[in-house]
């Protein structure tokens, strides 16, 4: 339990924070799923896929350099399959 209102609030703010972290992070999977599940991945997928990761590094649901690795692998699907 809090001690104090401002650490009361800080733990509020936490965990509605980290719900919604929560559902970015389930929903980038299951972009992750059908991209990759995909024997030939369709580009507007990737395309979403990407510009999701992309958000979610800038609200700093993932860290940055986790996207970007994501997304060199996805170009590299992309660029392999045609």
């Known amino acids: 339990m809090a001690n104090t209102r401002s650490a009361a609030k800080r733990s509020r703010q936490s965990v509605s924070r ?16 059908t991209a990759r599940g995909n024997a030939k991945p369709d580009a507007k997928q ?16 993932i860290h940055r350099n986790a996207a970007d690795r994501r997304k060199a692998r996805l170009n590299a699907l992309l660029v392999g399959k045609k």
């Open 18 to 33: 980290a719900r919604q972290n929560r559902g970015v992070r389930t929903r980038l999977r299951g972009l992750q799923k």
């Open 46 to 61: 990737i395309q979403a896929l990407i510009s999701a990761l992309d958000k979610a590094a800038k609200r700093g649901v």
